[in-house]
């Protein structure tokens, strides 16, 4: 199972699963309070949402929900036994995205082939309270971060992350064509670096060379003031300036 941990920052909350210990970051405000208490994790046929229901940084609730927000299964964390149990599942006012005016809506992606429907829409990625991203799984198994930069409901960038952290980042340029703008990689502290392009400027730039000191104009001598003035002088013959 993947777990996304992009979000607005809140704070990070420990999620069980199947006995092994995993730490993410909120992606999610659920019950519409400004705070993102919950990882969202994007399935085949909807959500998982592990959700911090005390503040206290571990997931209490999970909750398996389809596309169109109904809550489908439920399971409660015990922490002294470390397991889930069922119960009944309850669902949530106005549906899952009660918190988030657009959230579960689907996006519309320009193609070559013509526009297809991406979604649902549950991220926010610039922490305005209105969901812009979808976050799918490529068939290669890459995740790839799909948002509405202008909020007119089409896609203007894609971000793609494979497996091993090296991320590339496009732009819708029209007619369905996407232009490569950005790559980089995660690195192991979880931070994104762009990759670094060099600048052509000269030689030195390339070679790492110094470069070549350049021959100095000779200075005339101070003390012969009449070689600046009157008839030009008449080269020597004789080897006095070899």
């Given at each position: 199972m993947y777990i996304e941990e992009t979000g607005a920052g809140d704070g990070d909350i420990k999620v069980t699963v199947?006995?092994?210990?995993?730490?993410a970051e909120a992606n999610y405000d659920l019950d519409g309070d400004g705070l993102d208490e919950t990882v969202a994790v994007m399935t085949?046929?909807?959500h998982v949402a592990y959700i911090d229901e005390n503040?206290?940084?571990?997931?209490?609730l999970m909750q398996s929900l389809s596309n169109d927000g109904q809550v489908l299964d439920q399971a409660?964390?015990?922490?002294?036994?470390?397991e889930w149990t069922a119960e009944a599942?309850?669902?949530?006012?106005?549906?899952?995205g009660d918190g988030r005016?657009?959230?579960?809506?689907?996006?519309?992606?320009?193609?070559?082939?013509g526009d297809v429907q991406v979604g649902p829409v549950t991220e926010d990625t610039n922490s305005d309270g209105i969901a812009d991203t979808a976050v799918v799984q490529s068939?290669?198994?890459?995740?790839?971060?799909?948002?509405?930069v202008d909020g007119d409901g089409s896609a203007d960038q894609v971000v793609e992350i494979t497996q091993t952290g090296d991320v590339?980042?496009?732009?819708?340029t029209g007619n369905g064509e996407w232009t490569v703008v950005e790559q980089g990689q995660i690195g192991d502290n979880g931070q994104y670096a762009p990759n670094e392009i060099a600048s052509a400027t000269d030689d030195a730039t390339w070679t790492f060379d110094e470069p070549k000191p350049q021959p100095k104009a000779p200075v005339a001598d101070p003390g012969l003031p009449a070689m600046c003035e009157g008839e030009p002088s008449r080269p020597a013959k004789d080897d006095s300036w070899v």
């Open positions: 199947d006995g092994e210990e995993y730490t085949d046929d909807g503040a206290d940084g571990r997931a209490d409660r964390f015990h922490a002294d036994t470390g599942p309850h669902q949530h006012p106005g549906g899952a005016p657009d959230d579960g809506k689907p996006m519309v992606m320009g193609t070559p082939q068939d290669n198994g890459n995740t790839v971060l799909v948002t509405d590339t980042i496009s732009h819708h």
